[in-house]
Structures are given as C-alpha cells and as structure tokens.
C-alpha cells in the first residue's frame, strides 16, 4: 500500500493486498474470525473469506453452528488476517447480514459434492459419542441424495460484514510498523494513521 495514498476505499485496498498475497502465499483468504454471546462471551475460529465486494466480506457456515447461534443473538464480529510472508496485517470490525438464497446457492453448488455431504452430515459443533456417529450421519447422507444434486441445506449459508473499520497493518523495522485505518464516516470512509 502506498502509505501516503491509501486507496480511497479499504475494500480496493484488501483486494490489492490480497492479489499481492496470491502470489507469495498458500492460503491468503485463511482469517481468524471472533464472535461473541449478547453478553460479551467471545469465540474465535478460523474460517475462509469467499468473497469481497464494495459491501463487505462473505464467508459460509452452518447457521446452527456456535458461531451461527452467536451472530443470531449479536451480529458483531472482529476478523484478523495475517500474512507473515508480506508482514502485514487486516483487523475488521462490523457486523454481519445473512447473505441471500441465491448468493449462498451460488457458492454452495461450487463446492465439492463431499462438502455438500458433509455439511448435510455434520451437525456443526455439536457433541458426538464417537467418530462412527459421523461416518454414519454420512452414509445416511450418501444414500438420501444417491443419484441426484446435493440441495442446499436450510441450515447453511453466508454471511457478509460489513465492516465499520479496517485497519491496514504493515511491518516495519524496529517496531515502527505502520497501521492505517479505515473508519466509515457519514456514508464515506474516513482514513488515519495510528501509532504502532
Ligand atoms: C483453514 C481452515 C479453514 C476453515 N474454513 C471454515 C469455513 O470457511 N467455514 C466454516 O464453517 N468452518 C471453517 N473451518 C472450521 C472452523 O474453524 C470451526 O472449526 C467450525 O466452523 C466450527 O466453529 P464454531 O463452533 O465456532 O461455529 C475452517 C478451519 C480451518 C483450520
């Protein structure tokens, strides 16, 4: 990022550094994302960004997981991105809309058929007594849909955040890193730079 122009939105931004990161790193859409219980409880867990528009950032999940209970009851979210390849780092902090039918059947039918199975399968987060139980909720799965295109399930789908601040975080000797930040300001974006 040129540290003097930032891009006037942090969405061109992310899309710039994460072409850059295409070309030196194995996973570059790989981001911790945290939610948390209406009174403040927080959980974290890696998820993979599949999507980025002038709106937001989508990832897709099963709704009933505990990171989908959460974001029902608080749609508040922090993500970080790092990339030690580059030395940078993205924070975001927003909230989440569901993403469409539509949207969520778009990403589902390019999914492996494996993936679709599994998620029929999964009953994500839940306890099971042993890993037979899985394999069986599988086969169970396998047989359903024998012959015949994996539906997308009611439970599964994406959501989008929309964030409320970025910050762009660029490694720099001596701990002098720069951080730059976006916050959304009256329909607009307003950028500043902060202390490491
Ligand atoms: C590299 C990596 C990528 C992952 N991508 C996703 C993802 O895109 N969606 C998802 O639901 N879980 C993904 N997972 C699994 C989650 O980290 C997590 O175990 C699961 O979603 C259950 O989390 P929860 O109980 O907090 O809802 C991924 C895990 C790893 C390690």
């Known amino acids: 990022m040129d540290e003097l122009e930032p891009a006037d939105d942090p969405f061109s931004q992310l899309e710039t550094w994460l072409a850059e990161g295409r070309a030196v790193v194995p996973h570059p859409e790989t981001m911790t994302l945290a939610t948390a219980t209406p009174d403040g409880r927080p959980s974290a867990r890696i998820v993979l960004f599949r999507g980025l528009d002038g709106h937001g950032i989508t990832f897709f999940t099963n709704r009933t997981s505990r990171k989908g209970e959460e974001l029902r009851l608080n749609p508040r979210v922090a993500a970080v991105i790092h990339w030690w390849e580059l030395g940078r780092q993205v924070r975001i902090e927003g909230e989440v809309e569901e993403t469409s039918a539509d949207e969520s059947r778009a990403y589902w039918e ?22 037979e139980e899985l394999d069986a909720h599988v086969a169970e799965a396998e047989e359903r849909f024998a012959g015949n295109e994996v539906p997308l399930p009611s439970f599964w789908g994406g959501y989008r955040i929309l964030p409320g601040s970025i910050e762009f975080w660029t490694h720099r000797e001596n701990r002098l890193h720069d951080r730059i930040r976006y916050v959304r300001d009256r329909g607009g974006w307003r950028v500043e730079r902060l202390a490491p």
């Open 110 to 131: 390019s999914r492996p058929r494996g993936s679709q199975l599994a998620a029929w399968a999964s009953r994500q987060s839940r306890p099971l007594s042993r890993r």
